[in-house]
């Protein structure tokens, strides 16, 4: 099973308040919240701490793109792995991803995820997000009932643009481009990186996984019991459709807080959790469901889309009766999986098994978790959980995991040594 | 209140439906938000003295293919295909909220298509100074008040009929609001102020009082497009005690503003 460190970076100053003064943590999420200097210090212990899980021993660190957003500091997540480019070496970069649909043209993507992938030594793996209403349809404007259409022929593009050898013209419905032909080219070129997608639970995702040979990812803020149902329909879809139920087709989202004991995990992860499922989910239902966003066969299938379950969650009529802003519901909801390192293997091996699912991206850091907790959290997990759950699939092969140069043949990158004391 | 004769017409392979009732010169009218989930009363008034022709634009009640059409010329040139093949080519044309942009859109490119316009709370334009509300962020119960003054008329025009698919319904409704956001995301400017001056069919702007999407504000501005332009004469009206969506508020009132301006 391959363990993977993915940060949202939350803005982990957000006062007590939130909730009452303020309608949203998302879209229209008020600038006087927003301390820049604050923010130089979140960048830097973020960025401390996913280099700290590379340092450790995780398969991967992740990181994504959010817009206009209290609890994803991160509108370009390419920035950010670049730079871990150069802080890692063995560790592959999840970036989970670019939502093409935004990017004018999409070949910006081919052309950055390329430059992070040379910069790496091939160590990329590159998500292609639709994006949330938020994000896409809100906070950058674009019309939810041509996002797909767009992002399908973005899909396209991109792929091209890192496939074909020569120059080409490319002539779609909504982008035309005489001279496609980018520099730098990934190493990753047998095709292509690999590429995971995150979705909601639709059958028309599902498939097009499937047919593209992608990895499937259910990036859901609510743990392994509501993620549970999800994960069968893809499983079912797949034995549908002729495919093996490699565990490593598909990628799952777990929040985790590991301590000595279950007493003292409550003690440490109740306010950083409490945190992220009271503020950094409190989304306007407003924002949640812009007309033509949900397709209408995933309308007919009464599927509800993660946000809109966050956003209803958020709204007065249903808070009261989902309750799951407090740590014993969080707990039992299995939003949160908290404990001694063996309640949490046990845990983990059940998640693994029980959704089939074998690239587990964890949330280590959640809400307003600090720097010291977060480490705590990280090197527990790495050193007692990790070493009893890795052998777990091993008798599957990872065909979706990137292909580095070998390590003999990368550049070695020197060690960073401050020239002066960093400014405070 | 009779119901209509329903026949459908061809928009780009897909059939969009078209509602006639009444006798005497043609009157097209172009729905706003929502579409035409059913007959109206303003409609019936229209229907006295006038052969009322309503057609659906694609994606709204009654009718599909909103997917097929990606820019605004491909919805222009939709709703030209739709007056022509439903007979109103050169009759009288009602159009309302996101029916009135391309109504004056007509009027503007194909002069020779309309003979006089109404335009009720028209979009097409936005004013940065006096923003108009967001019609696809808004809260579930906030949006019946911003649809009409009487937020009741609004939940009358949505909800289910007797009989109908309880699963299917809601999906039409949704779709009504993708076809207009297709058109009119994110803000509803089309840039057709760039094209009001070349109306020259005479115009009466009807605008409720209490419209709550687009400010009233706007109608001098349509007002002064229009009137500024090659030929264009036009008229303001405000209706009292009306909404966004005037023609359920205030259906005789607003019925009787049209009527006079036509004649």
Redesign the interface.
């Given at each position: 099973m391959k363990l993977m460190w993915f940060h949202l970076m939350p803005y982990t100053e957000l006062p007590a308040d939130f909730n009452q003064k303020h309608p949203s943590v998302w879209v229209d999420i008020h600038s006087s919240l927003f301390d820049p200097r604050r923010a130089h210090h979140m960048y830097n212990d973020f960025m401390d701490e996913l280099e700290y899980a590379a340092e450790l021993g995780y398969d991967a660190v992740c990181v994504n793109e959010h817009h206009s957003n209290g609890y994803g500091l991160m509108p370009s997540p390419n920035l950010i792995a670049a730079s871990l480019a150069r802080r890692t070496t063995d560790t592959a970069l999840c970036v989970m991803g670019n939502s093409l649909a935004l990017y004018n043209p999409p070949t910006r993507v081919a052309e950055e995820f390329a430059m992070i992938d040379c910069i790496s030594g091939g160590r990329l793996i590159a998500g292609f997000p639709v994006g949330s209403p938020m994000d896409t349809?809100?906070a950058y404007?674009q019309?939810?009932?041509?996002l797909r259409e767009r992002y399908l022929e973005a899909h396209d593009l991109v792929k091209k643009a890192w496939t074909e050898k020569d120059t080409f013209a490319f002539n779609g419905?909504?982008n035309q481009q005489r001279y496609v032909n980018i520099w730098p080219r990934p190493i990753q070129n047998e095709p292509h990186p690999p590429i995971w997608i995150p979705g909601g639970g639709s059958v028309e995702t599902w498939r097009w996984c499937a047919e593209m040979d992608y990895v499937y990812c259910y990036l859901s803020y609510y743990g392994y019991k509501a993620g549970l149902a999800t994960m069968q329909g893809f499983w079912n879809e797949m034995e549908k459709l002729g495919k093996d139920r490699n565990p490593y087709r598909a990628g799952f989202l777990q929040f985790v807080g590991v301590a000595e004991s279950r007493q003292q995990a409550l003690d440490l992860y109740t306010e950083p959790a409490e945190y992220f499922y009271g503020r950094c989910l409190h989304i306007?239902?407003?924002?949640a469901t812009?007309?033509?966003y949900v397709t209408?066969a995933t309308?007919?299938s009464g599927i509800q889309g993660m946000m809109q379950k966050a956003a209803n969650v958020a709204?007065p009529a249903t808070k009261a009766a989902l309750k799951a802003t407090n740590m014993k519901d969080i707990v039992d909801g299995g939003y949160v999986l908290i404990g001694s390192p063996d309640d949490v293997v046990e845990q983990i091996r059940h998640v693994g098994t029980s959704l089939n699912v074998g690239h587990l991206m964890l949330l280590l850091q959640y809400g307003n978790m600090s720097k010291d907790t977060t480490k705590y959290n990280t090197r527990l997990f790495a050193e007692k959980v990790m070493p009893k759950v890795k052998d777990l699939f091993g008798d599957w092969e990872d065909k979706w995991w990137p292909k580095p140069m070998a390590r003999s043949q990368r550049a070695a990158v020197p060690a960073f040594r401050p020239q002066t004391v960093a400014a405070e | 209140m009779s119901a209509p004769v329903t026949t459908t017409v061809d928009v780009n392979g897909h059939a969009c439906r078209v509602w006639t009732k009444g006798q005497g010169p043609k009157l097209g009218f172009l729905a706003g938000l929502g579409g035409l989930p059913r007959w109206l009363p303003f409609l019936d008034r229209l229907a006295e003295t006038h052969q009322v022709i309503v057609p659906s634009l694609p994606g709204y009640p009654g009718a599909t293919g909103?997917?097929e059409l990606?820019s605004h010329l491909d919805w222009v040139l939709a709703v030209r295909q739709l007056i022509d093949k439903a007979g109103l080519a050169g009759a009288d044309l009602v159009g309302a909220s996101v029916g009135g942009a391309f109504a004056a859109e007509m009027a503007a490119i194909f002069p020779g298509h309309v003979r006089r316009l109404a335009l009720i709370g028209p979009f097409g334009l936005f004013d940065g100074a006096e923003p108009a509300a967001d019609p696809?962020?808004?809260?579930?119960e906030?949006v019946p008040g911003l649809m009409c003054a009487d937020g009741e008329k609004w939940t009358e025009l949505m909800a289910p009929p007797e009989g109908v698919n309880s699963?299917e319904w809601?999906?039409e409704m949704?779709?009504a609001?993708?076809?207009?956001?297709?058109a009119f995301?994110?803000l509803g400017n089309t840039g057709l102020e760039k094209r009001l001056g070349l109306i020259a069919a005479p115009t009466l702007i009807l605008w409720g009082e209490r419209d709550a999407v687009l400010p009233p504000s706007y109608a001098r501005k349509f007002a002064a497009g229009i009137s500024g332009g090659i030929n264009g004469k036009s008229r303001v009206e405000i209706v009292a005690g009306a909404g966004h969506l005037a023609y359920l508020d205030r259906p005789d009132a607003v019925a009787g503003a049209v009527l006079g301006h036509f004649g």
């Open positions: 349809c809100y404007g019309n939810p009932s041509l419905r909504f306007d239902p407003r924002f812009p007309p033509g209408e309308q007919r709204s | 909103h997917t990606d696809w962020a808004q809260r579930k906030a699963l809601p999906i949704t779709r609001a993708e076809a207009a956001a297709r995301w994110p």
